[in-house]
């Protein structure tokens, strides 16, 4: 089992979205021993191409809507 972080237990099922404004990365995780939950990151690139995450802030999947 890994963590994305240290935060989210073995997350898995991530895809990269495009947005307007920024990019996403959506993945569920486990949030109990038996739950899975979905999340909802921002995702940056440098000015090299190489992506990280702002993980301080996750979205639940459920309310996130896409950049107006």
């Known amino acids: 089992k890994g963590t994305l972080g240290g935060k989210f237990n073995n ?19 486990y949030t109990t021993p038996t739950q899975r939950s ?5 995702l940056v690139w440098d000015s090299d191409g190489n992506p990280s995450l702002d993980l301080s802030n996750p979205v639940d999947a459920l309310s996130a809507t896409p950049d107006s």
Not at 11 to 29: M, N, T, W
Not at 38 to 42: A, G
Request: aromatic share 12%; hydrophobic share 40%.
């Open 38 to 42: 979905m999340f909802v990151v921002n």
């Open 11 to 29: 997350p898995g099922g991530e895809d990269v979205v495009p947005g307007r404004s920024h990019d996403y990365l959506i993945f569920h995780a």
